[in-house]
C-alpha cells in the first residue's frame, strides 16, 4: 500500500477505531408493543379513531345508550407503542440514559389522540371520546433524558410517568388492562389519582430507585406561569416494599391546576319573524377547566405458587382550583391554546373549577393463576364511588372482569376477556341505566 493510500485509509480506520469503542459503551434499543382485537359492547357511541383504546366502557353515562357495537379495538390489553430506549456507560458505575415513547392505535395507524377524539365527539359525531394524557403528543408516553447511579438510583428530566402509575401494572389483578380495568383504561384511576392529564407529566423531574427491596420513587412538575412559580405545580411520592413472594406500595400525589380537557360545541338561537335558528359558533373547540387534585394510593400483593392475590385501595379528590383562569390568562396543551374568556362559546375557553370537593374511593381485588407457564387466567372486581358534592350526585360503579391469555411464544399471545359493569347511585337510576353494561373481546399482541 503506497503512502498516499495510507494517507487516506488511516481516517476511516481510525473512524471505525472510535465506532467500535463507543458501542461498547452505548446501547440503543427500539422496541414496541402492538395489540389489537375485536369487541362486542352492548351499550356504545361510535367507536373512536384517535381515542387510546377506541371504544369506552367505563363512562356511566354510556350506559345509556340502545346500540351494540362490534368493533376492531387498539390495545385491549395493553396500548400499542414504539420506543427508543438508549444508555452510555460513564464509568464508576454511572450511566446516561434516555426514553422516547410514542402510543399510536393499530387498526389505524393514528397517534394517540384523546383531544382530538373530544372535539369529534362533542361535535354532532356521535364518537367515544374522553379525556386522557395521550392527547397527540409524538413521544406522547413518555421522553425524557437522565443520569443513573448503581447505589444511587436514577433521575430524568422531562416528560416522566407519575410515581402512582409506575405501581398499577404489578398490582392490577388485569395487569393494567385498558379495555377490561378501570385502572388500565383511566388514568384517573390508574396512578394520576385525581385526573389523567396528570399520569404522565410534562416539565417534570423523577428520581427513582431500589435499595435490596425497597422501592423510592419522587416527582417533581415545575409549573409554566410567569409570575406564579406555583401554578400548575405538582409533587408524587412512593415508597414501597418488593419480594418474589409479595409485595406492598404506597403512593401520593398533589397537584396544582390540572388542566382537563372536554368537547366543546356552542349553539345559539336567533328569532326572526318568529322563526328560531340554531347556530354552532364553535364548531372544532374544547374546553379547558382548572382543578387542583391530590390522592392516596395503598396496594399488596402475595404469590403463592401459580397463583398470585393482588388487591389495593385509592381515594382522590378533584378540589377548586388555586389560581382563577383569569388570573393565569391562557395555557398550550395537546395542540390546542386555552385562553380565559368571558364571552359566552369563545374558542378553547378555559376556566377554574370553584365547586365542593369531589371525592371519588376505588377498591380492588383479584388475582391470576398460571395453569401452565403459557396459559394463565385472571379473575378481578372493581368499585368506584363518588361521594355527593354541590354540583354532582353520588355515583357507585362495579365491574368483574375475566381475561384468559395464552402465550404462543416469547413475544406473543393471544387472549379472550369479559367485562360486566354496573351503574348505581341516586345519579343513576336503574329505570334509566338498566342492566349496565357487557363487553366481549378475543385479540392478540406482539412485542418486538
Known amino acids: 500500500m503506497s503512502r498516499k493510500s495510507l494517507v487516506k485509509f488511516a481516517p476511516l480506520a481510525l473512524a471505525a477505531l472510535v465506532g467500535t469503542a463507543f458501542a461498547d459503551d452505548t446501547s440503543v434499543t427500539l422496541y ?20 387510546p383504546v377506541t371504544v369506552d366502557n367505563f363512562d356511566p353515562y354510556k350506559s345509556a345508550q340502545v346500540h351494540r357495537l362490534t368493533t376492531m379495538v387498539n390495545g385491549p390489553m395493553s396500548d400499542s407503542r414504539w420506543g427508543l ?22 387498526p389505524t395507524g393514528q397517534n394517540n389522540n384523546a383531544a382530538l377524539s373530544q372535539v369529534q365527539g362533542a361535535n354532532g359525531g356521535g364518537n367515544i371520546s374522553a379525556d386522557s394524557s395521550l392527547s397527540g403528543q409524538l413521544f406522547s ?31 392490577d389483578p388485569q395487569k393494567g388492562s385498558q379495555l377490561f380495568s378501570p385502572l388500565g383504561f383511566s388514568g384517573s384511576a390508574g396512578g394520576a389519582l385525581g385526573y389523567t392529564e396528570v399520569l404522565r407529566d410534562d416539565n417534570s423531574i423523577k428520581y427513582q430507585n431500589k435499595i435490596e427491596n425497597v422501592v423510592i420513587r419522587g416527582l417533581y412538575k415545575f409549573g409554566g406561569i410567569a409570575g406564579n412559580n406555583s401554578a400548575g405545580r405538582g409533587l408524587g411520592l412512593n415508597l414501597g416494599y418488593e419480594a418474589d413472594v409479595w409485595g406492598v406500595q404506597a403512593a401520593y400525589q398533589s397537584f396544582k391546576d390540572v388542566l382537563a380537557t372536554s368537547g366543546a360545541s ?7 319573524g318568529g322563526v328560531t335558528t340554531a347556530t354552532v359558533t364553535n364548531p372544532e373547540g374544547i374546553k379547558g377547566t382548572l382543578y387542583d387534585t391530590s390522592g392516596f394510593m395503598l396496594t399488596g400483593r402475595y404469590k403463592w405458587q401459580d397463583l398470585t392475590l393482588k388487591a389495593g385501595y385509592e381515594g382522590y379528590k378533584r378540589k377548586a382550583a388555586s389560581d382563577a383562569a ?6 398550550t396543551e395537546f395542540g390546542y391554546s386555552f385562553t380565559y374568556s368571558t364571552t359566552p362559546g369563545a374558542l378553547n375557553n378555559l376556566s377554574s373549577y370553584t365547586g365542593a370537593d369531589k371525592k371519588y374511593k376505588l377498591y380492588w381485588f383479584g388475582g391470576d393463576y398460571s395453569f401452565t407457564p403459557d396459559t394463565n387466567l385472571a379473575l378481578a372486581y372493581y368499585q368506584l364511588k363518588l361521594d355527593a358534592a354541590t354540583d354532582v350526585k353520588d355515583s357507585d360503579q362495579k365491574w368483574i372482569s375475566l381475561v384468559l391469555d395464552h402465550n404462543l411464544s416469547k413475544r406473543t399471545d393471544v387472549y379472550a376477556g369479559y367485562d360486566h359493569q354496573t351503574i348505581g347511585g341516586t345519579a343513576f337510576p336503574s329505570s334509566e341505566y338498566p342492566g349496565g353494561v357487557n363487553v366481549l373481546a378475543v385479540g392478540m399482541r406482539h412485542r418486538f
Request: aromatic share 10%; proline share 1%.
Open 32 to 51: 414496541g408493543i402492538l395489540d389489537v382485537g375485536v369487541a362486542t359492547i352492548d351499550k356504545s357511541l361510535n367507536a373512536s379513531d384517535n381515542f
Open 85 to 106: 430506549r438508549g444508555q452510555e456507560d460513564l464509568g464508576n458505575g454511572m450511566k446516561a440514559f434516555f426514553w422516547l415513547e410514542s402510543g399510536f392505535n393499530l
Open 141 to 171: 408516553r413518555a421522553a425524557n433524558v437522565g443520569l443513573s447511579d448503581a447505589s444511587l438510583g436514577s433521575v430524568s428530566f422531562g416528560r416522566n410517568t407519575a410515581p402512582g402509575y409506575d405501581v398499577i401494572g404489578a398490582y
Open 326 to 331: 383569569s388570573a393565569i390568562g391562557g395555557l
Open 266 to 272: 356552542y349553539t345559539t338561537s336567533t328569532t326572526v
